[in-house]
Nanobody, 122 residues
Framework: QVQLVESGGGLVQAGGSLRLSCAASGRTSSNYPTGWFRQAPGKERGFVAYVGRSGRSTAYADSVKGRFTISRDNASNTVILQMNNLKPEDTAVYYC???????????????WGQGTQVTVSS
């Protein structure tokens, strides 16, 4: 079993930055591939970014490329999502998810955090 806890959300003005953290506990020696997803009110949960076990493999949604950076520190069992140049359309609840299978598809993730709210004002 793996437990995930997100932190770092908040209210920021457009153009600002936030740094989200996803802390894993439980079977942390596995360092599972991890994804960030987000869900805005009335919308489906969508893919944001992905990082593989070692951190060398990453992927991003087109809407965040060049603005968001995902990384991981396996020594501290933490995955970071650095979000720069935030836009109002980035407003959503952000979730991290982990699974032994590296995937970009939300339904295939076994473990989820509780989410952290990100609000970007114009």
């Amino acid at each position: 079993q793996v437990q995930l806890v997100e932190s770092g959300g908040g209210l920021v003005q457009a153009g600002g930055s936030l740094r989200l953290s996803c802390a894993a506990s439980g079977r942390t020696s596995s360092n599972y591939p991890t994804g960030w997803f987000r869900q805005a009110p009335g919308k489906e949960r969508g893919f944001v970014a992905y990082v593989g076990r070692s951190g060398r493999s990453t992927a991003y949604a087109d809407s965040v490329k060049g603005r968001f950076t995902i990384s991981r520190d396996n020594a501290s069992n933490t995955v970071i999502l650095q979000m720069n140049n935030l836009k109002p359309e980035d407003t959503a609840v952000y979730y991290c998810a982990a699974d032994p299978e590296g995937t970009l598809m939300a339904p295939r993730y076994r473990y989820w955090g509780q989410g952290t709210q990100v609000t970007v004002s114009s």
